[in-house]
T-cell receptor, first 113, second 115 residues
Framework: NAGVTQTPKFQVLKTGQSMTLQCAQDMNHEYMSWYRQDPGMGLRLIHYSVGAGITDQGEVPNGYNVSRSTTEDFPLRLLSAAPSQTSVYFC????????????FGDGTRLSIL | AQTVTQSQPEMSVQEAETVTLSCTYDTSESDYYLFWYKQPPSRQMILVIRQEAYKQQNATENRFSVNFQKAAKSFSLKISDSQLGDAAMYFCAYRSAITGNQFYFGTGTSLTVIP
């Protein structure tokens, strides 16, 4: 199993550009999430999904869109990039129920100029 | 929303010694799960240990153990026989067993291991 795969690992954008961060998992996990990690602020939840076709907002959803057309994929779209979105982004997945932990991808470092 | 507090931004420990990282959380719920994650310089998030709130026994994973004090809402991580590879950022996380969709993370503690 590859686990959770995120692409790209690094990206530089100009203000106003749009892009999609890809996330795929091969563990048949029901739950998938996107987090951003900023210095001194830990990980903050952007959006999450409890299954194909179902998404919901987390703590910091503004400026981001998600969709979940399949169990495996959960892309994160930046509609119009802003410097405040410069961050490291993590995708995570987990199995439903109990004390299941999150399994994380390796992260995407995104810089908005 | 629940809050998770890690009051020690940085900690250091001598190799082979023991160190304890603190975590407190705020919740009105009685059923939840707690986790410690490690993030080395490689940026990967690695699960260290987990604890169910309904279990009184503290979780242990090799050199890692927790001191779970439910009434005090405290969940500290003890690392015994510290190794150079333990140097990393450590995050405490909370997840409700009831509403359960969101993990809430603390701001992290950066651990340095001194040879």
């Amino acid at each position: 199993n590859a686990g959770v795969t995120q692409t790209p690992k690094f990206q530089v954008l100009k203000t106003g550009q749009s892009m999609t961060l890809q996330c795929a998992q091969d563990m048949n996990h029901e739950y998938m999430s996107w987090y951003r990690q900023d210095p001194g602020m830990g990980l903050r939840l952007i959006h999450y999904s409890v299954g194909a076709g179902i998404t919901d907002q987390g703590e910091v959803p503004n400026g981001y869109n998600v969709s979940r057309s399949t169990t495996e994929d959960f892309p994160l779209r930046l509609l119009s990039a802003a410097p405040s979105q410069t961050s490291v982004y993590f995708c995570a997945s987990r199995r439903q129920g109990g004390n299941q932990p999150q399994h994380f991808g390796d992260g995407t470092r995104l810089s908005i100029l | 929303a629940q809050t998770v507090t890690q009051s020690q931004p940085e900690m250091s420990v001598q190799e082979a010694e023991t160190v304890t990282l603190s975590c407190t959380y705020d919740t009105s719920e009685s059923d939840y799960y707690l986790f410690w994650y490690k993030q080395p310089p490689s940026r990967q998030m690695i699960l260290v240990i987990r604890q169910e709130a309904y279990k009184q026994q503290n979780a242990t994973e090799n050199r890692f153990s927790v001191n779970f004090q439910k009434a005090a809402k405290s969940f500290s991580l003890k690392i015994s026989d510290s190794q150079l590879g333990d140097a990393a950022m450590y995050f405490c996380a909370y997840r409700s067993a009831i509403t359960g969709n969101q993990f809430y993370f603390g701001t992290g503690t950066s651990l340095t291991v001194i040879p």
